[in-house]
């Protein structure tokens, strides 16, 4: 009996050692970094420009207000204030070319919030189209952004010389869990871009988006203004889950390994004892 006890128990020890380092091995994608971001914008880059909002936009100090309205209910939805640009960089006859904007105060402000567990919000403005989608986790506890998806039209002047339809870039992994009922607010966010291959893009394409001052929260029904916020700085670090989990899986199986050798051991010596004694 004290065998299988003390058996039980190093079982319990490893269960819960391989637990604690897939909890900690946890990584949520493309948190925000502390990184300074410098931005060159090019002599051509695209101003603000004319396009009355569908829905209400407003601007403050340089920030920006995006505010999207259910048409059913006649209330705000979807809530993005922020001072963005997009970073859009190439490569035409050997050197590197850019094609960036500031997103303007007044871009036209689209989107669909019908359905309760996703939702986006679309931002256009003269040869760009920038749309966030949000889903809601399983369970719908959380909110994150489900993909981003940057559309540049190749007739910008400086996109001259690229062939082809219009340049795509994508974000297509999980940011910024949040909880549901609350808003999201960071100084600084960037988000890298990529492309996807079927879209054939031109060589060397890459691009981000960088979100200054940002709140944003999507999946409002009952306030027409932010809820409160959290804010990326108080978020949990997370470790990247490479190092933990193999450190935890080798410990695991370090002593799982001893408790099998010392169970084997213990087995064959009361096994011999009791041969001894029957003799």
């Excluded at 490569?91 to 986006?120: I, M, T, W």
Aim: charged fraction near 20%.
């Amino acid at each position: 009996m004290a065998i299988s006890r003390l058996t039980t128990l190093c079982i319990n020890f490893i269960l819960y050692t391989i637990l604690a380092s897939c909890i900690s091995a946890i990584h949520l994608p493309n948190q925000p970094t502390d990184r300074p971001h410098k931005l060159r914008l090019s002599s051509t880059t695209t101003a603000p420009v004319s396009g009355v909002a569908t829905q209400s936009s407003e601007s403050k100090d340089g920030v920006a207000t995006y505010r999207f309205i259910n048409s059913k209910t006649g209330t705000t939805c979807i809530l993005l204030r922020t001072d963005a640009v997009v970073e859009v960089k190439f490569r035409l006859h050997n050197l590197e070319e850019q094609a960036d904007s500031f997103v303007p105060e007044q871009a036209l402000v689209e989107g669909d919030c019908k359905n309760e567990d996703y939702s986006y919000m679309r931002l256009s403005w003269t040869g760009y189209s920038l749309i966030i989608s949000f889903s809601k986790s399983p369970g719908g506890e959380l909110w994150y952004i489900d993909k981003v998806e940057l559309t540049v039209s190749p007739d910008l002047p400086q996109l001259k010389g690229v062939h082809g339809n219009a340049i795509k870039l994508y974000h297509k992994t999980m940011l910024i869990p949040t909880p549901v009922g609350k808003s999201y607010s960071c100084e600084e966010l960037d988000i890298d871009l990529e492309t996807d291959k079927e879209d054939r893009p031109p060589p060397g394409l890459r691009g981000s988006l960088l979100l200054r001052a940002l709140q944003l929260q999507p999946f409002m029904y009952k306030s027409e203004q932010f809820e409160p916020s959290m804010e990326c700085k108080e978020m949990k670090t997370y470790r990247d889950e490479t190092a933990p989990l193999a450190v935890g899986t080798t410990l695991a199986i370090f002593v799982l390994m001893t408790i099998s050798g010392y169970a084997i051991f213990r087995y064959f010596k009361v096994k011999n004892v009791q041969y001894n004694t029957m003799e």
